[in-house]
C-alpha cells in the first residue's frame, strides 16, 4: 500500500462531497495546485515513527498520529481528533509549524539534510540503492512535503 503526502485542501484529497463536510469543521486555506509527494510504502510511516522515537525524547506529532485520515494544519495546536459527518473515525489534527520542528530536530540528531536540494539529492541516492529504506524514504517525502505547505501556508495532508 502507498503513502502519499498531499499540500492542499480538504477537496483536493477526498473529493468536492467529503471534502466539504471536512472544510465545515475544520477550514484549510486553498489556492494554488495541490502539491503531491512521491508515494511510498506505507510501512515507512511506522518506520520512521519508531527511529524517530528511538532518538528524539519528545515528539507528539510524528509519532502519535497515524498514518490513516490525518492532517497538519499551520497555526494549529498540539494533536487532536475531530468528528468529520460520513467519516467512521475522526480526523487527526495536528499542528504543521510543530511538526517542523520535530523533524528537523530529528534530522539535526540524524545528520539528515532538511534542504531541499539536499533531500532531493537523498531521494535520488535512495532510489538508486539496492537496499530498501522505507524510513528515510519516508522522511525525505514527508519533509519535502512539510516544507512546501509552510511556504504556502496550506494543510499537509497524509493519504493512504
Same mark, same amino acid.
Given at each position: 500500500?502507498?503513502l502519499?503526502?498531499?499540500?492542499?485542501?480538504?477537496? !483536493?484529497?477526498?473529493?468536492?462531497?467529503?471534502?466539504?463536510?471536512?472544510?465545515?469543521?475544520?477550514?484549510?486555506p486553498?489556492g494554488?495546485?495541490?502539491?503531491?509527494? !512521491?508515494? %511510498?510504502?506505507?510501512g515507512?510511516?511506522?518506520?520512521?515513527?519508531?527511529?524517530?522515537?528511538?532518538?528524539?525524547?519528545?515528539?507528539?506529532?510524528?509519532?502519535?498520529?497515524?498514518?490513516? +485520515?490525518? %492532517?497538519?494544519?499551520?497555526?494549529?495546536?498540539?494533536? @487532536?481528533?475531530?468528528?468529520?459527518?460520513?467519516?467512521? !473515525?475522526?480526523?487527526?489534527?495536528?499542528?504543521?509549524?510543530?511538526?517542523?520542528?520535530?523533524? +528537523?530536530?530529528f534530522?539535526?540528531?540524524?545528520s539528515?539534510p532538511?534542504?531541499?536540494v539536499?533531500?532531493? @539529492?537523498?531521494?535520488?541516492?535512495?532510489?538508486?540503492? !539496492?537496499?530498501?529504506?522505507?524510513?528515510?524514504?519516508?522522511? %525525505? +517525502?514527508?519533509?519535502?512535503?512539510?516544507?512546501?505547505a509552510?511556504a504556502?501556508? +496550506?494543510a499537509l495532508?497524509? %493519504?493512504?
Amino acid at each position: 500500500m502507498a503513502l502519499t503526502f498531499v499540500v492542499g485542501t480538504a477537496r !483536493d484529497v477526498f473529493g468536492a462531497g467529503l471534502g466539504a463536510a471536512i472544510d465545515a469543521v475544520l477550514p484549510t486555506p486553498g489556492g494554488t495546485e495541490p502539491y503531491r509527494s !512521491d508515494p %511510498v510504502d506505507a510501512g515507512g510511516w511506522r518506520a520512521l515513527q519508531a527511529r524517530v522515537m528511538r532518538t528524539l525524547d519528545s515528539s507528539p506529532q510524528l509519532t502519535t498520529v497515524d498514518a490513516y +485520515q490525518a %492532517v497538519y494544519v499551520p497555526g494549529f495546536e498540539g494533536v @487532536s481528533h475531530v468528528g468529520v459527518a460520513n467519516l467512521a !473515525d475522526p480526523l487527526q489534527v495536528g499542528s504543521l509549524d510543530a511538526l517542523l520542528l520535530e523533524l +528537523q530536530r530529528f534530522a539535526a540528531a540524524s545528520s539528515l539534510p532538511v534542504d531541499d536540494v539536499e533531500l532531493m @539529492s537523498l531521494a535520488a541516492q535512495l532510489l538508486e540503492s !539496492d537496499e530498501v529504506n522505507l524510513e528515510l524514504e519516508t522522511y %525525505v +517525502q514527508l519533509m519535502l512535503s512539510a516544507r512546501q505547505a509552510l511556504a504556502r501556508r +496550506q494543510a499537509l495532508w497524509v %493519504v493512504v
